[in-house]
C-alpha cells in the first residue's frame, strides 16, 4: 500500500517541488532544444534557399570549347557528343574472348594490337578505339564484356566542311587547338573563351567571327574557277571591311577540310595570307602615292619625266609599259611606271619614306587572332636604291592581308584599323584606329583607283554600276636566287562603292599561266583583275551595296551583261555535258 | 498529469518522425525528378546542338549553290536587277485604264472571270 501510495504521490507530484537537481536538468535539456529548434528554423526559413541552392551545383571545372559561328550565326564549329571505347586490361577475364567480340562488333580492328593491347595486364587503362558510333555502342554494350567501358566525350566537327578552314585551324584528337581560330581560343584568346562561358550550357556564347560564309563562299568559288583556268599554283583572297577592320572572307587555296585535322599542317596548305609574306609588287606603289601626295611633293597635277630610265649607280630602272614620255601623277598611276614611282619617292627622301612605311606597320609583324603571322621580309641596309625598288614594291615582303590592311586605311579616309577575325562594333574599331594620312589624300587614292579601273589597267576589274576602283600588281618571284620572268605572283588590289569605299578586296594568284584568249599575257590585268571583278559581281548583292549607273557605266553595262551571259551559258553547257556524260 | 504529457511526448515524436520521414522520401522523389530533368534537358541540348550543325551542313553556301543550279532557272543577281525603293515607281506596270462608266457584265465578278476563263 505505501508504495502505491508513493508512487501515486510520485505521479502526481508534476511541479518537481524539492527535485533540485531534476529540474536544473531540465531546464538544461530545454534550452539545449531551444537552441537547436532555433538554429533548425533559422537554417530552413532564412537561410534555406541558399543551402538547397548550393547543393544542386556541378562541379563543372573544364570550361567547354565553344561554337564557333560566322558573324550571322552560321555554325561554323560545334562540339557533338561521342563515346570513346576504353579498356582496363587488369579487370579482364578472358582476353581471347574480349579480342574475339570485339573484332566482330567493330571490324576495323586489328585483333594483334588490340590483343598485344590488353595483354598489358599491368595496365589499368587504354584506348581501344576513340569515337564509337552510338550503334556500336549499343552492341558492345550488350555484349557485357568485363573490363570493358565507355567514355563520353566530345568531337569537334566543321559542317561547312573546307568553306573558312584557315580562319578556324583545327583541333587534335584531345580538342586542343592545333591551328587558326581554335589555337587563339585556347591560347591568347583564353580570356575571350573564358568570358564566353557559362555553367548553364544553354547561356554560354559562341565565338562571332568576322567572316560572312556567303562571301567566304564566292570568294572560294572564284579563286577555285582562276586556278582551274590560268593552271596556277596557288590563291589567295581576302574581303575586309574598311571602316571596321573585319576580315569577311580569308580564302587561302589550296585548303584542307579542318575535319581532317592531319592536313592542315601540310605544307601546301598553308594559310597564305597571313603565314606567308609576298613581294606585293606594284600595289605598293598606291603607298608610294599616298605618300609624297600627303607630304606634299606630289599633287595630282604633277609631271614627273619618264623618258628615259632611272640609273641610280650601276642599276637601271625601267617600266614594263614604257611610254617615254613626261607623265602626270594619274598616268603614273594607270601606267603603273616604275621610273615615276620612284622619282616620287626620291622625292620625299630616304627618311621620310622608311618613316611613312614604319607608320604604315610594314616593319612589323602584323598580328590578327591568327597565330600564324609571319614577319616581314624587308631590305637589310637602305640606301637610294632601295628606296626606288621599294617605291614600287621590290624587295620587300609582307603578308597580304597586311597589303589589304594599308589599302583599307588609303581609301576610307586615313585611318588605319588593325585587323580582326572576330566581330567588332565601330565604336572598338574607331578607338583602335590611327588616322596615318589626311583625309584630302585618301580622297585623292580613291580617285586615282577608281580611274585605274576605269580607263587603266584594272579594267576588268569593274562591275558596272558598283564603282570599283584598284590597282594591279604582276611581281616577278625569285626564282634561284634571281627574279625570273616567267614566274610571275599576280595581285590586285580594290575597293567598292568608290564614293565610300566599304569594302577592301585583295587577291593574289601565284603563277597563272598564260592562255590563248589572254593573248599570251599573264599579267595581273589578264587573271588577278577579272577573278577580282567575278568576286565583285556576286558579293556586292549580298553585301548591300546598290548599284548607281552614270552615262559611262550605263554604256558598259550592255556590253559586261553580253559578255556574262554568255559565259553562264557556256559553263551550263558544260555542266549539262558532264551530268549526261554520268 | 506526467503520465498525458509523456503520452503527448510520444505521440509528438511519433507524428514528428512519420512526417520527417515522409518529407525526406519526398525530397528524395524530387531530387531524382530533378537529376532526370536535368539530364533530359542536357540531352536536348545536345540534341540541339546536333540540329544546329546539321542545320548548317545543310545549309553551306556551296550546297545551295549546287541546288540552286540544278533546280532553279536564276542566275547569280545581275547589277542592273537591284532597284532601290526610289527606283521602283519607274519600274511600275502601267496602271489599268480607270473607265468608271462602263457597267459590269453582272453583279458576280467571279462568274464574269470564268466566262472570259472558258
Known sequence: ?582 | MLRLFNVILVAGVLVAGFALYTLEHQTRSVEREIVRVDENIESEYEFIGLLNAEWSMLTRPQRLEQLARNHLDQGPLLPDQQVGLDGLAARLPAAPAHEPDRTPASDDPMADLLRMMQ
Open chain 1, 1 to 582: 500500500m505505501t508504495t502505491t501510495n508513493q508512487m501515486g504521490s510520485r505521479e502526481t507530484d508534476f511541479t518537481f517541488r524539492g527535485h533540485k537537481r531534476l529540474r536544473l536538468v531540465v531546464a538544461g535539456f530545454a534550452l539545449g532544444f531551444a537552441v537547436l529548434v532555433g538554429k533548425l528554423g533559422w537554417l530552413t526559413l532564412v537561410e534555406g534557399r541558399q543551402v538547397s541552392r548550393t547543393a544542386q551545383f556541378d562541379a563543372k571545372v573544364r570550361i567547354p570549347r565553344p561554337d564557333i559561328t560566322d558573324r550571322h550565326g552560321n555554325v561554323l564549329a560545334t562540339d557533338i557528343p561521342v563515346s570513346s571505347l576504353y579498356a582496363d586490361p587488369a579487370k579482364m577475364i578472358d582476353v581471347d574472348e574480349a579480342v574475339e567480340l570485339l573484332t566482330g562488333a567493330l571490324p576495323e580492328l586489328n585483333a594483334q594490337q588490340l590483343r598485344r593491347k590488353l595483354d598489358q595486364r599491368k595496365r589499368r587503362f587504354v584506348w581501344i578505339k576513340r569515337e564509337v558510333s552510338p550503334g556500336q555502342r549499343e552492341l558492345i554494350h550488350n555484349m557485357g564484356i568485363p573490363g570493358v567501358g565507355f567514355r563520353s566525350e566530345t568531337r569537334r566537327i566543321y559542317p561547312m566542311g573546307k568553306l573558312a578552314s584557315h580562319v578556324l585551324g583545327s583541333v587534335d584528337v584531345d580538342s586542343h587547338g592545333i591551328a587558326g581560330l581554335e589555337k587563339f581560343l585556347d591560347d591568347q584568346g583564353a580570356l575571350y573563351t573564358a568570358s564566353l562561358a557559362e555553367t548553364e550550357r544553354a547561356a554560354s556564347m559562341p565565338a562571332q567571327t568576322s567572316i560572312d560564309v556567303r562571301v567566304q563562299h564566292a570568294v572560294t568559288d572564284e579563286l577555285r574557277k582562276s586556278i582551274a583556268k590560268f593552271s596556277a599554283k596557288a590563291a589567295a583572297g581576302v574581303v575586309l571591311r574598311s571602316d571596321t577592320g573585319e576580315v569577311l572572307s580569308l580564302v587561302s587555296l589550296p585548303d584542307y577540310s579542318p575535319n581532317n585535322p592531319k592536313d592542315a599542317l601540310k605544307n601546301e596548305n598553308v594559310n597564305r595570307v597571313t603565314a606567308g609574306v609576298f613581294e606585293l609588287g606594284s600595289i605598293i606603289k598606291a603607298v608610294t602615292f599616298a605618300m609624297a601626295i600627303d607630304a606634299g611633293t606630289a599633287t595630282l597635277k604633277s609631271r614627273y619625266d619618264a623618258r628615259y630610265p632611272l640609273v641610280i649607280g650601276r642599276a637601271r630602272i625601267n617600266d614594263f609599259h614604257a611610254k617615254r614620255r613626261i607623265l602626270s601623277v594619274p598616268e603614273i598611276f594607270m601606267f603603273s611606271s616604275n621610273i615615276g614611282t620612284g622619282k616620287m619617292a626620291l622625292d620625299v627622301g630616304q627618311e621620310g619614306h622608311q618613316a611613312f612605311l614604319r607608320k604604315m606597320g610594314f616593319f612589323d609583324r602584323l598580328t590578327t587572332e591568327l597565330p600564324e603571322a609571319a614577319k616581314p621580309l624587308l631590305p637589310k641596309k637602305w640606301g637610294k636604291l632601295v628606296t626606288v625598288t621599294a617605291s614600287f614594291g621590290h624587295g620587300f615582303a609582307v603578308q597580304p592581308l597586311q597589303g589589304a590592311t594599308v589599302a583599307a586605311a588609303l581609301l576610307n579616309g586615313g585611318k588605319l584599323i588593325p585587323p580582326t577575325l572576330l566581330r567588332r562594333d565601330a565604336e572598338t574599331a574607331e578607338a583602335l584606329a590611327q588616322q596615318v594620312i589626311k583625309p584630302s589624300t585618301s580622297a585623292d587614292m580613291r580617285y586615282l583607283f577608281k580611274l585605274n579601273v576605269d580607263d587603266g589597267t584594272a579594267g576588268k576589274a569593274g562591275v558596272p554600276g558598283y564603282r570599283v576602283g584598284g590597282k594591279t600588281g604582276t611581281a616577278e618571284k625569285v626564282v634561284n636566287g634571281r627574279y625570273s620572268k616567267n614566274h610571275r605572283l599576280n595581285s590586285f588590289v580594290g575597293a567598292f562603292p568608290m564614293d565610300d569605299p566599304k569594302f577592301v578586296i585583295l587577291i593574289m594568284l601565284d603563277e597563272p599561266k598564260p592562255l590563248p584568249e589572254t593573248h599570251g599575257y599573264a599579267t595581273s590585268g589578264w587573271n588577278a583583275v577579272p577573278t577580282a571583278g567575278n568576286v565583285i559581281a556576286r558579293i556586292a548583292p549580298l553585301l548591300g551595296v546598290m548599284p548607281k549607273f552614270d552615262e559611262i557605266s550605263s554604256g558598259k553595262l550592255k556590253k559586261y551583261k553580253t559578255r556574262v551571259l554568255k559565259e553562264r551559258r557556256k559553263a551550263d553547257t558544260q555542266a549539262n555535258l558532264a551530268g549526261a556524260g554520268q
